[in-house]
Every structure is written in C-alpha cells, then in structure tokens.
C-alpha cells in the first residue's frame, strides 16, 4: 500500500484552515484533493444555476491552489458511495479523510462511503468537524439535551474556547504520471463548466469565488464595515455585511480564521459602539451554527415544521399569490424589490429575507416550505441548515420563543429604507413615485395603472387577522 491519503472536499473547498487536511498532511507528504459531483446533489429541484457557477469558480481555484503546493485536485462525477471507494482502490491509497456534516443526506451518504472503503480494505478517517466552532454533541443543556431556543445556546456557545486557525497545506506531492493514468481510468475526469452541468448564469457573479477572494472579503469587511455593522447592518440599501454567506457555505474560508479576524478587531476596537458591533457579528455567526446544530439533532426539520401547531397548519397555498410573490409582482414595494434583487443576482439582503418570508406566510398564508424551496433555487448562498432555520424562525413554525412574529411591509420599508433607495434600485418602475407613498406602499391605483405596477394582492390588515385566527384555531387542536 502506498503512503498516499485522498482528501475528500465537499464544503471545505480551501487548503489553509482545513482540519481534515491538516491532519491529512501530518499523516504523509503525499496528499491528493478529491471532490466529486454528486448527481443526487445536482439533480435535485432545488439547485440554483448561480450556486453552481459559484461552486465551479471555487472548485478551478481550489484546483490551482493544489498545484500551487505540489499536488492536485481530483475531479470525479457520479455516486460518491461507488467513485471515491473505487478511486482509492485503484490507487493504492493508504486512507481516504474528510470533514464531517450536519445534513442528514450527508450523514446517510457518508456512513455509506465508510461501509464501501471497509470492504476495500481502506481505512477511513473523519479528523473532526470544520465547518462549526463547536461540535454539536459539545453545545447542550444542563441535562445533556440540544437548545432548541438561541439565547441560553448563545451563552454556552460563546463561553467555550474557540480553536486557532490552522496552518496552509504546503509542501505536498501529488501523484506521479502513472497514477494520473490510473485515475483517469478509475473515472477521474477534467472540471466540468456550470454550462456542461446544465446550470446557465449569464449574469457576473455578486460574490468573486474561491479561498483568496473570501480572505479579501473577509479583510475588507473587518477593515470598513465590522465597527458599524450593527447599526447598517438592516438597511438594504447600505453595503454594510460581510457577503461571507456563500463563502462559508462551500467553506472557501475557514470559520476559525473568521472568527479569529473578529478577535483581532476586538482588540483594536476602543468604543463602545464598536464592540457592540462585532460582538452583533459574532452573533449572527453563532445563529448559523445553532441552526447547523439544530439540523444535525433534529434532521426532521429538512422535512418540515417544527413545532406542532404547524405541521398540519390549514395554509392557503393560492398559487397565483405564490407566482406573484415569487415574480416580485405583489404590489407591496419593499416585498418586489427583494424579490427583484434575488431574482436578478441570486442574493438578498438579510432583512428582506425576514420581510419576505413574514410575507409570504403571514400574509399569504402560503407554506413556508413552498418560499424555502424557491430560495434554494436562487441563492447563491443556500445552505440548507441556514435557509431552513430562517424560513422556519419568519414562520413561527421553528425553534423560537415568540411565535407570532409579524412583520408589516409597510412599518419594515419606512424604518429599514426611509428614502426608498433599495426600492428604486430593484423595481425601476417605481423610481419616479415620490418617497412618502413609495415606502408607505400607498401609491394610488391611477399612479399604480399609470406605472404597470400591479395593485395589492392582499391587505396585510386583513391577512394578519386571519392568520392570527387560524393559529389560535390550530394552536388549540394540538394542545
């Protein structure tokens, strides 16, 4: 057996701050990335063409990134339980690592690749968990349980020591000639475009893929906007949060380093104001682990609601309502601009994300798994754990203590966008309508047929007293 080990990459898609592949490297010199694209992935309805334009950048600087160090990144396509043991089999590979993942087809998958590597003869090796600070069996209650409500998650969360960043993978050997061979024999193919995939993006891409321009986006942010981040951190016309999202997603960056770079503010950061910044920050990376903990404790949530007067909620399910919402068409300005930005760019503003989703259920009244699904078509930065915990948490379907959240489209565009700058941007025809009717929503229906801009489909008023009805209604069923 050679002294070869395969790094299997699969959110981790960087070669500094890695640790499975750090400790791959400790093992032996001779470390060969692999990534396989898995049709059970990219078959799904779900898959949006920006997400895998993006995750093919990060793949091509991942694959000059190994060259960079003296190895290579293997490219194969097809069941990962069948490719990844034959690929190790074929070239002789003392061990085959990866990073462990909280998504339940992940979790399935991988018990599957360890069973096939077993009847190889090929030792398999999870190091730890990478894309998370903290493991999830780490983080519990007092009586052993997982949070199910952020706040007391947070407290334990952030008391705990959090591990450094770890080195760059250097100095590395790759396969010689004739295991280049082999691999092409064993299913080793060259990186596919999104194009050859199926997936069209004709737009630029709104976040530059790959590990260097995540580290850039990352120091930017901590540069210019970390100080301020609490205060612009709502307001959708202000460039004022890190678009880290998609990078953390694919792990083109590590989170220890993300972490440590908001340390290293902390400790250059004098004012008040400017803590209270980056701790928000620190935060909001903590919400996406205690959602990433949740769906490893709880996988059912990928299936559905969680709490209980939700999973046979009465929704109402209009589809015209729902093509409406989906199109940016639903006469609510600040809900069309959102829908808009995403539709156009494959990203939306964190606050829009709530007041659309708010929309969407409680004005709709259309299932949350119906708007779930629709933003992991188009988000360049869908990650299932984050989108879930999102939708469910404007759903009040989630793991929150205040379930009836109600968010007026109207009271969220004078607060959040007071000068109807994001408006304007992201649904041009209403650029000329003056600001006061613009972001109050109260645009008259001559002024509305004048601009093609459609009437209400829905009054909030109304829509949020019938929710209200129906929750009460089926809060008392499930009790």
Not at 21 to 34: C, E, F, I, M, Q
Not at 227 to 242: A, H
Not at 327 to 338: H, L, N, R, S
Not at 452 to 467: E, G, N
Request: charged residues 25%; neutral net charge.
């Amino acid at each position: 057996m050679s002294d070869l080990i395969l790094f299997w990459h699969r959110r981790d898609l960087r070669i500094s701050d890695n640790t499975g592949l750090d400790a791959a490297r400790k093992r032996s010199a001779k470390v060969v990335g692999v990534f396989c694209l898995d049709p059970d992935i990219l078959e799904r309805d779900d898959v949006a063409p920006a997400r895998v334009t993006y995750m093919i950048g990060c793949l091509d600087a991942l694959k000059h990134r190994y060259t960079q160090v003296g190895s290579q990144l293997l490219i194969l396509r097809g069941n990962p339980v069948q490719t990844i043991p034959a690929l190790a089999k074929a070239l002789n590979a003392k061990a085959v690592f990866w990073n462990w993942d909280v998504e339940p087809y992940a979790q399935t998958r991988d018990r599957l690749v360890i069973d096939a590597l077993k009847e190889k003869g090929i030792e398999f090796l999870h190091q730890s968990w990478d894309q998370i600070l903290h493991s999830p069996k780490e983080i519990h209650t007092s009586s052993q349980s997982p949070y199910t409500v952020y706040s007391p998650f947070w407290k334990n969360w952030s008391s705990k020591a959090k591990a450094k960043p770890l080195a760059t993978l250097e100095n590395a050997t790759g396969l010689t000639e004739n295991e280049q061979e082999i691999a092409k024999q064993a299913g080793v193919i060259q990186l596919p475009s999104a194009k050859d995939l199926g997936f069209i993006w004709h737009r630029e891409l709104i976040i530059s893929p790959g590990e260097t321009a995540a580290q850039g986006k990352l120091e930017e942010f901590i540069a210019q906007n970390i100080t301020e981040y609490k205060e612009q951190r709502n307001f959708p016309s202000v460039d004022g949060t890190s678009r880290l999202s998609a990078a953390l997603k694919f792990g083109v960056i590590g989170i220890r380093t993300v972490w440590q770079a908001t340390l290293e503010a902390q400790e250059h950061s004098r004012s008040e104001e400017a803590q209270g910044s980056i701790r928000t920050w620190q935060q909001e990376l903590a919400w996406r682990e205690f959602y990433q903990h949740a769906m490893y404790h709880f996988p059912q949530l990928a299936q559905g609601a969680y709490r209980d007067s939700f999973k046979n909620f009465p929704w109402q399910n209009n589809p015209k309502h729902f093509q409406a919402w989906c199109e940016g068409k639903t006469g609510y300005p600040i809900v069309d601009a959102a829908m808009g930005q995403l539709n156009e760019t494959g990203w939306m503003h964190n606050r829009c994300r709530m007041i659309v989703a708010s929309f969407l259920t409680k004005d709709l009244i259309i299932n949350p798994q119906w708007g779930e699904k629709y933003f992991m078509q188009k988000l360049i930065d869908g990650d299932l754990s984050a989108n879930n915990g999102g939708w469910q948490w404007s759903a009040s379907s989630g793991m929150d203590p205040k379930p009836l959240r109600i968010f007026n489209p109207a009271s969220q565009a004078q607060k959040f966008d007071a000068e109807g700058e994001y408006i304007r941007q992201w649904v041009s025809k209403l650029r000329s309508v003056d600001t006061e009717y613009l972001v109050t929503g109260k645009i008259s229906s001559l002024e509305r047929h004048r601009l093609s801009y459609p009437q209400p489909i829905v009054d909030h008023k109304v829509q949020q007293a019938l929710f209200k009805t129906l929750y009460q209604q089926q809060k008392e069923i499930t009790m």
